[in-house]
């Protein structure tokens, strides 16, 4: 049961070098439910230093259904629908 806003983000996203790749634990996610925003909320200069170190996921290429909403789903900054 739930009373609230509950949250399940399983886009694209990190794999496609959006914010969310480079949370770090203690950051601050807001979400405004009617603008459809998901943001990080850390100043541009520590994300751009956290964006020196590249990520690599190692999800690419899946099969089933988690293959085919890799191919299908944009990112949540690029508005998670369908491409």
Do not use: C
Request: aromatic letters at 4%; proline letters at 6%.
């Amino acid at each position: 049961m739930n009373d609230g806003l509950v949250v399940g983000e399983a886009s694209p996203e990190a794999a496609a070098g959006g914010p969310l790749a480079y949370i770090e634990n203690g950051d601050v996610i807001s979400i405004d439910v009617r603008r459809k925003v998901v943001d990080l909320e850390v100043p541009e200069a520590v994300l751009a230093e956290r964006r020196r170190v590249p990520k690599t996921f190692g999800a690419q290429g899946q099969r089933g259904w988690l293959g085919v909403y890799q191919r299908v789903v944009t990112p949540v900054h690029e508005g998670a629908v369908l491409k």
